[in-house]
């Protein structure tokens, strides 16, 4: 190749001559340069200043130039390519992921790749005449791309549709970025080589396209699709670029290659401490289990405290019905003792009608009794009021305790909901596990037990349910009974009133005959003291109420300590909430910390055509990204996130789902 053919070429140097190695940029380290280009090295630079131009202060004239013997000057630029085109593969990649976000025209490895492939293109073009002038570019090799490939006619449609492009280079350049934002670089171009008789109209036989060296370069390509770019094709000056190469950026001399040793390594031996740490987190399972058992004895407890507080409920509802029953005997007594009252009356009528003397003595006696008996009654009717109004404080204790008993309930159905789930995650480490180390068996067997254990605690739960739907019916049977209850003492209370009514109008007529019927005072006395007998027994009877008053007054002493019990049983049930949440958090780390060790499958683009998320077509203007925790692909609006994750400390794309879960699980580990 002639000097200065390639003006396009090097950046700050005329090319190499035929045969020659790739320009490099001239260094003044004398003879004893030591370099590196990404882990090739050589010791002597007298190769580089062989071919150097005497421009550069006539150190390249000095020395004795080395050629090559019998090497073939095409097959050695094939050569020098591929070797360019590796190292800038690699470097953009390597960078790309250090990087950590999606790449922009003014990156400068990816610029230098685009010059790298622009090279790689050019290299053995025919020189087509035209009328004005010879023309050579590698447009018409990808126009090619569309008839091989259907897919790519969207890519010449809109590259010819762009407004500032006015040359084929540009429009080759501009076709090259959005091949790489679309992620089929790789495939158009192998397309294109696997048609040799087609290129042979735009290359020749010796060109890199034509050679092996091409199809190195497509499968080198491949690696790409890792990368996210974001290029901005309009707004770039296209036509006017120059593409050279800057070997400065691949360029290491010892000193550089020592401290990336130490930052690797030091990269390791991180990475080793965060597998470590996920090792001693794995151990903490152990611990985790022997938590759930000691939950679950606890809940046991609890559930053995409230059978014991539903059997208090029934002993004070068998106590209600005692004093029902007792309340009505006192109410039968009373009848009793009124139909003796009404057959005294009947047979002192008799006997006033024979005998009519000290009747103002006996008149005067009787109003007394009357007054008496009035106030007895009226005793008795404001006893009756006070069982009234008891048994309405105990149809609103039980309303309490009817809600008292929704509120476990409920509680209970909350227990049930975080035992499932427990039993849910329990499950899906088993499946997780059975592939692990033999130590990990042992715990399977225990999270087999635990589960054994929570369907032990459901059945109780359902034994417990169905105890309290009886409790229930009981409950509306009592409050049946006592309406009825309550509508017999109405009627009977009617009754006395009438005779009440009745013995007023026959005392009016007895007053009459008292004025005549004196003369029985002895018989009527003796019925005067059994009647101060009759109230000595009623006085008795109304201690015993007394007597009852009091242990009711005990047993709402009994039911208020009951209630603390119950409150406290209900703190001791929230703080058992908050620590199986707690565990359920573990878990989840636990288990996100085995999916890292594990590894994510990173899906393939050709496997998605729509977002994951908002399920929308993939297109040019909307491209594809990847989303470093779930190994998903979505869209742009629906992963516009970065946060670090444990396998790269650095912020990295993440999807909305991804980092929502992840900002909820550092806010719900922090104290």
């Known amino acids: 190749m002639a000097e200065g053919s390639r003006s396009d070429g090097f950046q700050g140097a005329k090319t190499a001559p035929a045969g020659g190695p790739l320009p490099v940029r001239w260094s003044s380290r004398g003879r004893a340069m030591t370099f590196q280009v990404w882990g090739w090295r050589r010791e002597d630079a007298s190769q580089v200043l062989a071919w150097m131009p005497e421009a550069e202060g006539g150190r390249g004239a000095a020395m004795p130039r080395r050629t090559p013997a019998t090497k073939d000057p095409t097959a050695v630029e094939r050569a020098n390519l591929l070797n360019m085109a590796k190292l800038s593969i690699k470097g953009l990649i390597e960078s790309a992921l250090s990087f950590g976000r999606t790449l922009d025209s003014d990156y400068p490895p990816l610029q230098q790749f685009f010059v790298v492939m622009e090279h790689c293109l050019k290299h053995g073009l025919k020189v087509r005449k035209s009328f004005l002038s010879y023309n050579k570019t590698i447009w018409g090799p990808l126009e090619l791309v569309e008839k091989l490939y259907p897919e790519a006619e969207e890519i010449g449609a809109s590259v010819r549709d762009l407004p500032g492009l006015k040359t084929p280079l540009g429009r080759a350049r501009a076709w090259l970025r959005l091949a790489l934002m679309q992620k089929k670089m790789a495939d158009y171009l192998r397309c294109l080589i696997i048609q040799r008789d087609l290129l042979s109209e735009f290359y020749e036989y010796h060109a890199l396209m034509m050679e092996e060296e091409g199809a190195v370069i497509v499968g080198l390509l491949v690696g790409l699709n890792v990368i996210d770019a974001n290029l901005c094709v309009k707004g770039e000056d296209l036509d006017s670029q120059v593409g050279v190469i800057d070997f400065s950026m691949y360029l290491k001399n010892e000193e550089d290659i020592e401290n990336e040793r130490d930052v690797q390594i030091a990269a390791i031996l991180d990475q080793k401490n965060y597998v470590e740490e996920l090792n001693r987190q794995l151990n903490t399972v152990s611990s985790l289990h022997s938590r759930v058992d000691s939950l679950e004895k606890s809940n046991t407890k609890l559930i053995e405290e409230l059978a014991i507080a539903k059997n208090n409920i029934i002993k004070l509802q068998e106590e209600n019905h005692q004093l029902r029953s007792e309340n009505k005997l006192i109410l039968m007594k009373t009848q009793q003792h009124l139909e003796v009252t009404k057959v005294d009356v009947e047979t002192e009528l008799q006997t006033y009608k024979h005998s009519r003397q000290g009747l103002d003595e006996m008149y005067n006696e009787a109003r007394r009794q009357l007054r008496d008996e009035s106030q007895l009654r009226q005793d008795v009717e404001n006893e009756l009021a006070v069982q009234v109004s008891m048994k309405h404080e105990i149809e609103l204790a039980m309303k309490l305790l009817e809600k008292d008993i929704h509120e476990k309930q409920d509680t209970l159905i909350g227990l049930r909901q975080q035992l499932e789930e427990v039993k849910a995650i329990n499950i899906e480490m088993y499946q997780k596990l059975q592939g692990s180390e033999d ?233």
């Open 439 to 671: 130590g990990l068996k042992e715990k399977n067997e225990i999270i087999a037990r635990l589960e054994e254990k929570t369907n032990k605690i459901t059945a109780a739960m359902r034994q417990l349910e169905q105890r309290l739907q009886q409790a229930e019916k009981a409950q509306m049977e009592a409050e049946d009974e006592d309406k009825k209850y309550l509508q017999e003492c109405q009627s009977k209370s009617d009754n006395l009133q009438k005779q009440i009514s009745q013995k007023e109008k026959q005392l009016v007529q007895l007053e009459t005959d008292l004025k005549i019927e004196k003369e029985w005072r002895q018989t009527l006395q003796e019925d005067l003291q059994k009647e101060k007998d009759a109230l000595s027994h009623l006085r008795n009877e109304t201690q015993q109420i007394i007597s009852l008053k009091k242990e009711f007054l005990n047993i709402q002493d009994e039911n208020q300590q009951l209630k603390k019990i119950y409150h406290e049983q209900e703190q001791a049930l929230q703080e058992l909430g908050n620590k199986l949440s707690e565990s359920k958090l573990k878990i989840e780390d636990i288990k996100e910390a085995n999916k890292a060790l594990q590894g994510l499958v990173w899906l393939k683009d050709k496997e998605a055509t729509h977002c994951k998320l908002c399920e929308k077509e993939f297109s040019l203007s909307k491209r594809k990204h990847h989303c470093r925790n779930c190994g998903e692909i979505f869209c742009n609006a629906c992963s516009d996130n970065e946060l670090p994750l444990p396998s790269s400390p650095k912020p990295v794309r993440v999807c909305d789902s991804c980092h929502a879960l992840l900002i909820q699980r550092c806010s719900s580990n922090l104290p």
